[in-house]
């Protein structure tokens, strides 16, 4: 068996809580960014995240090399976590199915094979070829993060 050094940690929560006056929500964020950044009256959430891997070396000493793990961190282990994954289910041609776990994430399929789809305005791309786009996921203005199978009419354009 080898022996490894691991160095773990977790995500400590602090909030600041005030109030803004703004025209928008995003306006809102922006400044209470900016008095929360200026301001002391921190407090702790007593809540901390999942411990996770930050650095990993074989043998005995700091698993740290220039700033980086001496040895690469499995994605599952890392504070980020696996990456969402996109499944995308094709018969003859035709998408019958998407699947995603993991967090909402978005999806954009692009087919240039519009010969034969049915007929009305098409996109097109950055060199003014006709595309088919299909969008999954929340996509904006859509706030619903709930990601929808590709059945569920998808916006085409």
Same mark, same amino acid.
């Given at each position: ?30 400044? =209470?960014?900016? @008095? ?6 921190? /407090? *702790?959430?007593?809540? &901390?995240? +999942?411990? $996770?891997?930050?650095?990993? =070396?074989?043998? @005995? ?6 700033? /980086? *793990?001496?040895?690469? &961190?499995? +994605?599952? $282990? ?19 199915? &998407? ?59």
């Amino acid at each position: 068996m080898t022996r490894f050094t691991v160095q773990c940690g977790y995500a400590g929560y602090y909030a600041h809580v005030g109030e803004v006056e703004a025209e928008s929500v995003e306006a809102a964020c922006e400044r =209470a960014i900016a @008095e929360a950044n200026d301001s002391t009256a921190w /407090r *702790s959430l007593d809540h &901390v995240g +999942p411990t $996770f891997v930050d650095a990993i =070396a074989a043998g @005995e000493g700091d698993p740290l090399r220039d700033g /980086r *793990s001496a040895l690469p &961190v499995p +994605p599952l $282990f890392t504070e980020g976590g696996e990456t969402a994954l996109v499944h995308i289910v094709m018969e003859g041609g035709a998408i019958h199915e &998407v699947v995603l776990s993991g967090a909402p994430c978005r999806v954009l399929i692009t087919d240039y094979a519009v010969e034969g789809a049915d007929p009305g305005p098409h996109e097109t791309d950055a060199h003014g070829r006709p595309v088919l786009a299909f969008r999954f996921g929340p996509w904006p203005p859509d706030p619903d993060p709930e990601i929808p199978r590709a059945g569920a009419s998808p916006d085409a354009g």
